[in-house]
T-cell receptor, first 116, second 109 residues
Framework: DAMVIQNPRYQVTQFGKPVTLSCSQT?????MYWYQQKSSQAPKLLFH???????NEADTPDNFQSRRPNTSFCFLDIRSPGLGDAAMYLC???????????????FGPGTRLTVL | DAKTTQPPSMDCAEGRAANLPCNHS???????VYWYRQIHSQGPQYIIH???NNETNEMASLIITEDRKSSTLILPHATLRDTAVYYC??????????FGKGTKLSVKP
C-alpha cells in the first residue's frame, strides 16, 4: 500500500547531540511537510518542500533544518537538540498546496524524540 | 493562528451519533473546511472536507451552515475506535493546515 513511512518510531538523543529523523513516501506526492507536536498540543508546521523548493515557517528555530534529496525522501535535522525539542515529529505529504482544492495531507505515524 | 474554535472535549455513547461542532466565523469565500482526527500516538488522519454544500463519505458527514460560519462533523454510529482528537481546520493562505486545539471525543461503552 502507498504510504508515508517514518523511521525510527522512537529516537533518543543526548542534549546537544545532532539527530536526524527520516521520512519516505511511496505516494509520489510533490509536497512533504514536517510538523512538531509536543505533549497534549496540536501539531505545528515547521516547514515544507514543494518539490525542491523549501519553505520555512517564520517561527521555526534555526536549530531545525531539512533536506529533500529526491521525491521520496525528506529528512529533519536537529543540530543541537535541547530538552524543549522533545516531541513527536510528524511527516506528511500532499499532491499540492492550494488551499481551495482537494489536497488531502497524508501523515506518517510520527517519530517520538526524547532528549536526555 | 488557527481560524477555528471547538469545544475541548465531548463524550458519546457507543452506537450513537457523535456531533462535533466547529466555529469558523472568519472563513473567506474560497476557503475549505477540513476535518482530521488523531488517535492516540498516531499521525492525524483525514476525514472529510467541504466548501458550501453538505458532504458525506464512508467515515462521516459534514454539515456546513448557509453563512459558512460554523460546521458540524457527524459520526453516525460512533464506535470505541472513534475515540480520538478531532481537528476542524480552515486552510491557511499557503495551503498549510493550521491545527487548533481540537475536540477530544471519548466514546464510551
Amino acid at each position: 500500500d502507498a504510504m508515508v513511512i517514518q523511521n525510527p518510531r522512537y529516537q533518543v538523543t543526548q542534549f546537544g547531540k545532532p539527530v536526524t529523523l527520516s521520512c519516505s513516501q511511496t505516494l509520489n506526492h510533490n509536497v512533504m511537510y514536517w510538523y512538531q507536536q509536543k505533549s497534549s498540543q496540536a501539531p505545528k508546521l515547521l516547514f515544507h518542500y514543494y518539490d525542491k523548493d523549501f519553505n520555512n515557517e517564520a517561527d521555526t528555530p534555526d536549530n531545525f533544518q531539512s533536506r529533500r534529496p529526491n521525491t521520496s525522501f525528506c529528512f529533519l535535522d536537529i543540530r543541537s537538540p535541547g530538552l524543549g525539542d522533545a516531541a513527536m515529529y510528524l511527516c506528511a505529504t500532499s499532491t499540492g498546496l492550494a488551499g481551495g482544492s482537494y489536497n488531502e495531507q497524508f501523515f506518517g505515524p510520527g517519530t517520538r524524540l526524547t532528549v536526555l | 493562528d488557527a481560524k477555528t474554535t471547538q469545544p475541548p472535549s465531548m463524550d458519546c455513547a457507543e452506537g450513537r451519533a457523535a456531533n462535533l461542532p466547529c466555529n469558523h466565523s472568519t472563513i473567506s469565500g474560497n476557503e475549505y473546511v477540513y476535518w482530521y482526527r488523531q488517535i492516540h500516538s498516531q499521525g492525524p488522519q483525514y476525514i472529510i472536507h467541504g466548501l458550501k454544500n453538505n458532504e458525506t463519505n464512508e467515515m462521516a458527514s459534514l454539515i456546513i451552515t448557509e453563512d459558512r460560519k460554523s460546521s458540524t462533523l457527524i459520526l453516525p454510529h460512533a464506535t470505541l475506535r472513534d475515540t480520538a482528537v478531532y481537528y476542524c481546520i480552515v486552510r491557511g493562505s499557503q495551503g498549510n493546515l493550521i491545527f487548533g486545539k481540537g475536540t477530544k471525543l471519548s466514546v464510551k461503552p
